[in-house]
């Protein structure tokens, strides 16, 4: 089974950047869609973005214009660059795959705290 582990939460300014990455244990060439949800506290999980091996994305409205998704093939990588970033953006972040013919999987999760 695919493992994800995700990098680069933590602490920033509001209007800052900040940039999530998240690794697969597999080679992502197998994987249809990579993204990102985010679950904030007393809320439901939402999604954030997703990317298509064909490098469709899809964003939410709440984040599209700021956030930006990319994946590397040849890395087996996923990255969400997130700008101007606002205090209702703090949540923890998961990040998410559906490969090929097999059930999503999906990371431990990282907190993004947006905080002056």
């Known amino acids: 089974q695919v493992q994800l582990v995700e990098s680069g939460g933590g602490l920033v300014q509001p209007g800052g950047p900040l940039r999530l990455s998240c690794a697969a244990s597999?080679?992502?060439?197998?994987?249809?869609?990579m993204g990102w949800y985010r679950q904030a506290p007393g809320k439901q999980r939402e999604l954030v973005a997703g990317m298509t091996r064909a490098g469709s994305t899809n964003y939410a409205d709440s984040v599209r214009g700021r956030f930006s998704i990319s994946r590397d093939d040849a890395k087996n990588t996923a990255s969400l660059q997130m700008n101007s970033l606002k205090p209702e953006d703090t949540a923890v972040y998961y990040c998410?795959?559906?490969?090929?013919?097999?059930?999503?999987?999906w990371g431990q999760g990282t907190q993004v705290t947006v905080s002056s």
């Open positions: 998410y795959a559906d490969p090929i013919l097999r059930g999503r999987v």
């Open positions: 597999e080679s992502t060439t197998v994987i249809n869609v």
